[in-house]
């Protein structure tokens, strides 16, 4: 059984950073896209960033390009995504998903496996 375990969430004021982590149990992570998705309260599941397995690519939402960045350990079967400038808009739970393809898209539909999130609180 595949399981996606999400860490590192937590409450911090405007401008910190935090690092999530998402360790994988049950099968390998080599050869999967990963992504990260949010979602705030009262809104919908977006997409945050993902990473292919093919060339790791990587694609980022316009809200977090260049304060966030996603990162994979396949050695330990964890994929990470750091996050800078934080903004009171960030705060949502954040969930990390994995695809059986090895190509990234945006479309959460597409991700077949999905943990159970961590929150992320993000004070102004």
């Known amino acids: 059984q595949v399981q996606l375990v999400e860490s590192g969430g937590g409450l911090v004021q405007a401008g910190d950073s935090l690092r999530l982590s998402c360790a994988a149990s049950g099968r390998s992570f080599r050869g999967y896209a990963m992504g990260w998705f949010r979602q705030a309260p009262g809104k919908e599941r977006e997409f945050v960033t993902a990473i292919s397995w093919s060339d790791s690519s990587t694609y980022y939402a316009d809200s977090v390009k260049g304060r966030f960045t996603i990162s994979r350990d396949n050695a330990k079967n964890t994929v990470y995504l750091q996050m800078n400038s934080l903004k009171p808009e960030d705060t949502a739970i954040y969930y990390c998903?994995?695809?059986?393809?090895?190509?990234?898209?945006?479309?959460?539909?597409?991700?077949?496996?999905w943990g159970q999130g961590t929150q992320v609180t993000v004070s102004s």
């Open positions: 998903a994995s695809r059986d393809h090895s190509r990234a898209t945006r479309e959460g539909a597409e991700y077949v496996y």
